[in-house]
Nanobody, 123 residues
Framework: QVQLVESGGGLVQAGDSLKLSCRAF????????MGWFRQPPGKEREFVAA????????YYSDSVKGRFDISKDTARNTLFLEINSLNAEDSAVYYC????????????????WGPGTQVTVSS
């Protein structure tokens, strides 16, 4: 069992940068993966980025590649998401999640989810 708690969201200006954190409580095994998803208001939840916990391979959706940076601190069981050049379309609830399969493909593989943190970008 893993519990996740996101933090770092808030109200920001367009063009700003923001770094989200996700602290995991419980064992994150080396074969696991962790990811970030977001759900804009009135829309479906979508994949943003993922990372293999041990190897550190990273994956991004095409819509955020080049602006978002996913990273981890394995010693602190913490996942990060740095978002640069924020725009109004980045406004969403951001969720972190754990994929015990390590496949990092498909939302259905992510078993543990945090409650989310709200990011609102004002223009």
């Amino acid at each position: 069992q893993v519990q996740l708690v996101e933090s770092g969201g808030g109200l920001v200006q367009a063009g700003d940068s923001l770094k989200l954190s996700c602290r995991a409580f419980g064992r994150i095994f080396s074969g696991y993966g962790m990811g970030w998803f977001r759900q804009p208001p009135g829309k479906e939840r979508e994949f943003v980025a993922a990372i293999r916990w041990s190897a550190g391979n990273t994956y991004y959706s095409d819509s955020v590649k080049g602006r978002f940076d996913i990273s981890k601190d394995t010693a602190r069981n913490t996942l990060f998401l740095e978002i640069n050049s924020l725009n109004a379309e980045d406004s969403a609830v951001y969720y972190c999640a754990v994929d015990p399969t390590g496949l990092l493909r498909g939302e259905q593989n992510y078993r543990y989810w945090g409650p989310g943190t709200q990011v609102t970008v004002s223009s």
